[in-house]
């Protein structure tokens, strides 16, 4: 029904910059929350910034004044962009999307399939 799509993950320096994207596809009537979450090796999977439909943010206080959610909702994308960053951002980047579909009376929980982001010192 639904699919997010990340890109834009890789490897970079300490202090540097990157940029991630997700697009949501399929039966999409609205996207309410939308954003990403990550997850660590040995760690649980947490909160990184969201962003809701009214263009509300929220953060992990780790990743605050570093980190910038945005979403263009024609496009039915989200984007990280992550500056300054750090040895401990490196892990599995989730795309996650709360997301009422034209099959569904109700808003779902979506996530994409995950892509990495390594911070080498």
């Known amino acids: 029904q639904v699919q997010l799509v990340e890109s834009g993950g890789g490897l970079v320096q300490a202090g540097g910059s990157l940029r991630l994207s997700c697009t949501a596809s399929?039966?999409?009537?609205?996207?309410?929350?939308i954003g990403w979450y990550r997850q660590a090796p040995g760690k649980q999977r947490g909160l990184v910034a969201t962003?809701?439909?009214?263009?509300?943010?929220k953060y992990a206080y780790s990743v605050k004044d570093r980190f910038t959610i945005s979403r263009d909702n024609a496009k039915n994308t989200v984007y990280l962009q992550m500056n300054s960053l750090k040895s401990e951002d490196t892990a599995v980047y989730y795309c996650?999307?709360?997301?009422?579909?034209?099959?569904?009376?109700?808003?779902?929980?979506?996530w994409g399939q995950g892509t990495q982001v390594t911070i080498s010192s």
């Open positions: 996650y999307g709360s997301i009422l579909t034209s099959r569904s009376l109700a808003l779902r929980d979506y």
């Open positions: 399929g039966n999409i009537v609205h996207i309410n929350t």
């Open positions: 962003i809701t439909s009214g263009g509300t943010a």
